[in-house]
């Protein structure tokens, strides 16, 4: 457990936890050897001179004392650690976190992250401030205890001992059966968390569709499964608990037969068999809380098992020996990439000279979007390279390649700040005047001056306060802020009131002015305007050339614009 821990939190931490650990073995010494001492403090009370008690209670005294500033500072230590690595594993975590391709944040990772940087992260972190130190003394005080036995009374020693491995061996089977209702209710537990997610960001959409009761009820089936998984697992710890209970009686049963059997026989003091058998009940408290300790270890190994495997997960690979590129234009050469063991990107091949704009059209699931993604990286190539300015893009720092692109996408990430603030991530140094251009240019004024506080109003949590078009705007203000070479576009689908639709084409022509552009296009002007058009299907080129040399030749591109514009029966 603790090479785990050290695995998951770098081995720079080795030493305060070693030492803690050391600490936390001395104190329950000393514990089990200051009870040691009540051996003497009652034989001398039961015997013929009471008085000869007071050396061995000042001693007893003494070691209570010394033993009480050990725990002290073992237990100081032990938070210290804790803090510390509380604090290493937040920054260890959050670093992999931005190293990892933008792409594994797909699938429904919002939840199992959030889960394991809180409470997972707390959970296992506990081992160090609070679990350590009761495991540590549940297992050495009660063995020094036995030893001591052993040296005042081989015979009752050896009975004690025997209860040793019997009292692993419970432990043990116990650990070994409850581990797979552990593992079931931790996954349905993470399960769950993904679900409430899920359910209270879906709301708008839930509502709309009149589907909050169907979606609850997929909610509350996870949460009984969590809650049924929960029975299981306290089931299946009943065992062990009994069991462990059951050794501990038996072995205070047998100490106490034999001890009343060496007393009638004469072998031992009436008064030294009772402070044998107070050392012997002294040993069942940490006993019996082996399997209360032993059930909070199992969860958070678990929870370090999970931190461990997004640790794991290989980071953003780093070229060695970085390639700065010097041009903007960009080039497919026989890309292929695999989702989900489906290949959505087949042996592409296209090049987009620099300051020109390729427009990407195509029915839906053709793979727009993933073409979009690969220039900065989301998800590195299965097969062939991108290549910007002539440089395989994994041979450009990531950090320098992200600088090369301004990303315009439809779900406009904003985080709950000013506007001010949402707009300034384009380039967080940039000053003031820059900021307001960009703004202008982006036709993000005037939604500025509508609002209540301008510049410094808050936006809400991902931009709740503010249209789907608005947010449209910031993102292309923040975009112009960046004034990155290439921009990567995915133009809005929904439909936008006319303003806002005046608005945003008007600040994304602004923006592709003069750069190399890949946009997925939905709208029959914006196509215009590009230089060259690709139809995607099936993650191919069906068809690449002009907008008018396309339509002309009456084929894919020319049907796809047909049934695009066509309006349905229902409107
Ligand atoms: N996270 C994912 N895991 C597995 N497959 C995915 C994932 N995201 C997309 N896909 C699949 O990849 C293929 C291409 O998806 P992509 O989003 O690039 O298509 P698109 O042409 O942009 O579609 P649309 O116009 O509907 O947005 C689709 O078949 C889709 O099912």
Not at 53 to 75: I, K, Q, T
Not at 506 to 530: F, S, Y
Request: glycine letters at 10%.
């Amino acid at each position: 457990m603790i090479r785990m821990l050290l695995r998951v939190l770098g081995h720079e931490y080795g030493g305060p936890v070693r030492r803690t650990v050391a600490l936390m073995t001395v104190t329950a010494l000393v514990e089990g050897l200051s009870y040691a001492l009540l051996v003497p403090v009652l034989r001398a009370l039961f015997g013929s001179t009471p008085g000869d008690a007071w050396p061995w209670l000042y001693a007893f005294g003494g070691a209570v004392a010394g033993y009480a500033l050990l725990r002290y500072v073992s237990d100081r230590s032990g938070f210290l650690a804790g803090s510390t690595l509380l604090r290493g594993t937040y920054h260890r975590l959050g670093d992999h976190l931005a190293r990892l391709p933008i792409g594994w944040y797909e699938g429904g990772r919002l939840g199992e992250v959030s889960a394991l940087a809180s409470r997972g992260v707390l959970q296992a972190m506990a081992v160090i401030a609070h679990l350590l130190a009761p495991f540590i003394s549940a297992c050495v005080t009660p063995l020094t205890i036995v030893v001591v036995m052993s040296a005042f009374n081989w015979q009752m020693g050896l009975a004690a001992s025997a209860a040793v491995p019997i009292v692993a061996g419970i432990q043990m089977r116990a650990g070994r059966s409850m581990a797979a209702t552990d593992r079931e209710r931790h996954e349905r537990d993470h399960e769950a968390t993904g679900r409430v997610i899920e359910y209270l960001q879906a709301q708008p959409v839930l509502r709309a569709g009149g589907r909050t009761a169907e979606r609850f009820r997929v909610l509350d089936d996870s949460l009984r499964d969590v809650r049924r998984a929960s029975r299981r697992t306290a089931l299946s710890a009943l065992p062990g608990v009994v069991g462990l209970a059951l050794a501990v009686q038996t072995m205070f049963t047998v100490l106490l037969a034999l001890g009343t059997y060496l007393a009638l026989g004469g072998n031992i003091g009436a008064a030294e068999l009772l402070a044998l058998l107070v050392l012997a009940a002294r040993c069942a408290d940490p006993l019996l809380s082996l399997s209360d300790i032993g059930g909070q270890l199992r969860g958070a190994r678990y929870e370090l098992t999970r931190l461990d495997e997004v640790l794991r997960t290989e980071p953003l690979p780093k070229p060695t020996d970085p390639v700065q590129p010097a041009l903007h234009d960009l080039e497919f050469e026989s890309v292929t990439f695999r989702r989900g063991g489906r290949t959505v990107i087949d042996g592409l091949s296209l090049s987009v000279p620099q300051g020109q704009r390729l427009a990407v059209v195509g029915p839906s699931g053709s793979g727009k979007s993933t073409l979009l993604q690969l220039p900065a990286r989301f998800h590195d190539v299965d097969g062939g390279a991108v290549r910007l300015g002539g440089v395989d893009i994994r041979a450009i720092d990531p950090d320098v390649l992200m600088g090369q692109f301004a990303i315009v996408f439809q779900d406009v990430h904003l985080f709950d700040g000013t506007i001010e603030e949402n707009v300034r991530l384009g380039r967080p140094d940039a000053d003031e005047a820059d900021v307001r251009a960009a703004a202008t240019a982006a036709r993000l004024d005037e939604v500025i001056e509508r609002l209540p506080g301008g510049w410094s109003a808050h936006v809400g949590e991902g931009g709740a306060r503010l249209s789907g078009g608005e947010r449209q705007r910031v993102s292309i203000a923040r975009a112009l802020l960046k004034d990155a070479p290439v921009v990567l576009l995915d133009e809005v689908t929904s439909a936008l009131d006319p303003v806002n639709e005046a608005a945003v084409h008007e600040g994304i022509e602004r923006l592709m002015a003069g750069r190399t552009v890949v946009m997925v296009a939905h709208r029959m002007r914006t196509v215009r305007r590009a230089d060259r058009v690709v139809f995607l299907d099936g993650g191919r080129i069906a068809e690449e050339g002009s907008h008018d040399a396309l339509l002309s030749r009456g084929g894919r591109y020319a049907e796809f614009w047909d049934v695009s514009l066509t309006p349905t029966a229902s409107e």
